[in-house]
Nanobody, 120 residues
Framework: QVQLVESGGGLVQAGESLRLSCALSGDTFSMFSMGWFRQAPGKEREFVASVLMTGSTNYAQSVKGRFTISRDNAKNTVYLQMNTLKPEDTAVYSC??????????????WGQGTQVTVSS
């Protein structure tokens, strides 16, 4: 079955950078559209970024210009490069996947999540 495993979370200071990684196993990575969501304490989960099978990307307005999503089909991995981090970026970040050309608002497959904490 499809499994997603995230890595790269941690504690950083405001203005610093982190890169999250998410490795997919159990199926052909290139056939999936991938994305990231996040959930802060007491808040609803929100979309962060996505990259489709085609390579097309989409970002939440709150992260546009600071975060970059990319994929490496040879490594079965999607990345989220997060620059100029702010305290309000603190959340559990989860990788998600949908098989096919569309990344939906309720992806079928989810990783376990990784904590990102940004101190001021």
């Amino acid at each position: 079955q499809v499994q997603l495993v995230e890595s790269g979370g941690g504690l950083v200071q405001a203005g610093e950078s982190l890169r999250l990684s998410c490795a997919l196993s159990g199926d052909t990575f290139s056939m999936f559209s991938m994305g990231w969501f996040r959930q802060a304490p007491g808040k609803e989960r929100e979309f962060v970024a996505s990259v489709l099978m085609t390579g097309s990307t989409n970002y939440a307005q709150s992260v546009k210009g600071r975060f970059t999503i990319s994929r490496d089909n040879a490594k079965n991995t999607v990345y989220l490069q997060m620059n100029t981090l702010k305290p309000e970026d603190t959340a559990v970040y989860s990788c998600a996947a949908d098989r096919g050309f569309v990344f939906t608002t309720t992806p079928r497959y989810w990783g376990q999540g990784t904590q990102v904490t940004v101190s001021s």
